[in-house]
C-alpha cells in the first residue's frame, strides 16, 4: 500500500529525472494538494497548479492566479514553448480513457514538454489512454494507511475533545482505525463529525455501529447478508476457543505495517464443526460482538445461477463486496452443503468453490471467518488445510459445567430465579447428552407456561421439561459420535475438559 511518504519521494524523484508525465492515480485530490505544497516547500520547486474552481496558481512561486479562459491545455502549451523545465498539475482533466480532441491536444503538449524538459502531472482516478500512458510514469495513492488513519483521529480528537465527551482510548482508536479502512480522508472526517454530533462525543458503545455504517457505501449483494446484532449474545463454556479469540484478536486489529514488519498476517478465521445445537452459529454473532465488527453472512449456495458463466460472476462480485465492507466477520453456515455441489460432478459448482478457496488463501483484506459444517463426511481436506483457515476446531456437546453455566444463564434470563445446589446438581446429571439448544429449548418451555398460566415455576415442572426433551445424542447417536471422533482427531477442542 502506497502511504503518503512513499508517494511524495517517488513524485520529487520524477520531477528531479524531469520525466515528461506523471500520473498520480487517486481520488483524493486534496491529500495530492498537500503533497505538492510540501514538495515545493521543501525542494524550493515552483508548480503551475491549474483547477476549474481556482483556474492555474503557483505553489510555491511568485507568480499571481491566472484565468485561463477555459482552455488549460492552450495555456500551457504556450507557457512550455516560452519556458523551459516547467512543472505543471492539472487536478482537473477531462476524457482521457480513449482518443478524442482532448487526449489529442494533452499529447501535443506532452510533446512539447519532452523537447523543453518540462514535468507535467496529471491527478486521476479513471483509466488513461495508452498512448498518453507511453509517455510516463504511474503513481498510485491509496486510501490512507492504518497509521494515517490513527494520525487523523487523534486530531480530530483533540481538535473537539474540549467541546465533546470522547471516550475513546489508544486501543479504542487503533481498533476504529482497522475499522475504517478502504474510507478516504474526506469520508473518515465525515463519519467522525455525524458520531460526535449526533451522540454528543466519541462513546465505546457506538464502536460496532460505526463499522456498520460501510455496508451503505456500496451496492448490496443479494448472497451476502448483513446480521443486524439484537443483544448481547453469550456462549456459556468453550473455553480454549474464548481464550483463543482473545489472543487474535490483539493481532486482527494490529497496523499491517507492523505485522509486515514480522511477516505476519491478520488471522482468516476458523472452521467451526460439531454437534448440532452447540454454539456454532452463536460463534460468529459472538466475535462480531466481542470485536465490535460488522457480521455479514454468506450464503454461497445463492451465487449459483443456471447461465453459464453468471455462477462466477455472482461470486467475484460477492467477494468484492466482502473485501470493501471490512474489516468484518464473516459467517459461513453449514459450509457442507456448498461442497457437495461442487464434489456431484458440476464444473461450475468446482470453479466456483476454486474460486472461493483461492481468495480464502490469498486475500489480505481483513475478513475474521466462521465457518460450520455439521456433516464432515463433507469436508475435503482442502477446506481446512492450514493456510485456508487460521484454526479448525470442534464443538462437542457441552460437560458437566458447560450445562450448569447454561442452566444458570436461562434460570436467570429467562426464569428470572437462581436453582438450589441439590436442584442444579440435578438438572445438570439429568442434562447429560443434551447440547446447548436443548437445555434452552426447556427453561424456555417452563418460562412460556409460567407467562401464559401465570403459575409459579415449581421444581417438578423444571425437572419435568427437562426431561422431556430427546437430546441430540439420542436422536442421532451415529452423527453426535462421528462427529466427537473426527474432532478428536482433526481439531482442537472449544473446551479445556474433554468429555
Not at 306 to 335: H, T
Request: one cysteine or more; hydrophobic letters at 40%; aromatic letters at 10%.
Amino acid at each position: 500500500m502506497s502511504d503518503l511518504i512513499q508517494v511524495k519521494k517517488e513524485i520529487i524523484n520524477y520531477i528531479y529525472a524531469r520525466t515528461p508525465l506523471v500520473i498520480i492515480n487517486t481520488n483524493e485530490r486534496e491529500r495530492v494538494e498537500r503533497i505538492l505544497y510540501e514538495i515545493s516547500e521543501e525542494t524550493q520547486t515552483d508548480i503551475m497548479y491549474y483547477t476549474d474552481a481556482k483556474q492555474v496558481k503557483h505553489i510555491g512561486g511568485r507568480g499571481e492566479q491566472v484565468d485561463t479562459e477555459d482552455d488549460p491545455l492552450g495555456f500551457f502549451l504556450s507557457q512550455i514553448k516560452k519556458s523551459r523545465s516547467l512543472n505543471i498539475v492539472l487536478g482537473d482533466v477531462r476524457r482521457i480513457s480513449d482518443e478524442n480532441s482532448y487526449s489529442r491536444e494533452l499529447m501535443n503538449i506532452l510533446y512539447m514538454a519532452k523537447e523543453n524538459n518540462a514535468v507535467v502531472i496529471l491527478i486521476t482516478a479513471d483509466t488513461v489512454w495508452s498512448r498518453i500512458l507511453s509517455f510516463g510514469m504511474v503513481v498510485t495513492l491509496d486510501v490512507p494507511s492504518t497509521l494515517e488513519r490513527m494520525a487523523q483521529i487523534d486530531k480530530f480528537i483533540n481538535t473537539y475533545s474540549g467541546r465533546f465527551r470522547v471516550e475513546w482510548d489508544k486501543d479504542d482508536i487503533s481498533h476504529v482505525a482497522a475499522i475504517l479502512r478502504g474510507f478516504t480522508e474526506i469520508q473518515i472526517e465525515n463519519i467522525l463529525s455525524a458520531e460526535i454530533i449526533g451522540n454528543n462525543g466519541l462513546l465505546k458503545n457506538r464502536i460496532q455501529q460505526i463499522s456498520a455504517q460501510k455496508q451503505k457505501i456500496y451496492h448490496k449483494i443479494g448472497s451476502v447478508q448483513y446480521i443486524q446484532p439484537y443483544k448481547n449474545y453469550n456462549i456459556s463454556g468453550m473455553d480454549n476457543l474464548k481464550e483463543w479469540l482473545a489472543e487474535k484478536k490483539k493481532i486482527f486489529f494490529m497496523p499491517e505495517d507492523y505485522l509486515k514488519d514480522f511477516d505476519l498476517k491478520a488471522p482468516k478465521g476458523i472452521l467451526l464443526v460439531g454437534v448440532p445445537g452447540c454454539g456454532k452459529s452463536l460463534t460468529a454473532k459472538l466475535v462480531a460482538q466481542e470485536w465490535n465488527l460488522p457480521l455479514f453472512r454468506f450464503d454461497i449456495g445463492s451465487v449459483f445461477d443456471k447461465w453459464v458463466g453468471e455462477s462466477e460472476k455472482k461470486m467475484r462480485e460477492a467477494l468484492q463486496f466482502i473485501e470493501n465492507v471490512s474489516p468484518c466477520v464473516l459467517w459461513i453456515d453449514e459450509i457442507e452443503k456448498v461442497l457437495a455441489t461442487s464434489d456431484s460432478g458440476n464444473e461450475t459448482g468446482k470453479r466456483v468453490l476454486g474460486e472461493f478457496l483461492f481468495w480464502v488463501q490469498e486475500s489480505s483484506n481483513k475478513v475474521f471467518m466462521v465457518a460450520t459444517a455439521n456433516n464432515v463426511k463433507a469436508l475435503p481436506y482442502e477446506l481446512y488445510r492450514k493456510g485456508r483457515f487460521t484454526e479448525v476446531f470442534y464443538a462437542g456437546l457441552p460437560n458437566a459445567e458447560e450445562r450448569r453455566k447454561t442452566i444458570e444463564h436461562y434460570m436467570r434470563v429467562s426464569l428470572k430465579k437462581e436453582a438450589s445446589p441439590d436442584l442444579m446438581n440435578k438438572l445438570v446429571e439429568i442434562t447429560e447428552g443434551y447440547s446447548y439448544s436443548d437445555i434452552e429449548t426447556a427453561v424456555k418451555e417452563v418460562a412460556q407456561k409460567a407467562i401464559i398460566r401465570k403459575d409459579t415455576i415449581s421444581i417438578e415442572v423444571l425437572v419435568s421439561a427437562m426431561q422431556s426433551i430427546i437430546p441430540i445424542s439420542k436422536i442421532n447417536p451415529e452423527l453426535v459420535a462421528e462427529i466427537h471422533k473426527w474432532g478428536k482427531e482433526r481439531a482442537v477442542n472449544v473446551s479445556r475438559e474433554v468429555n
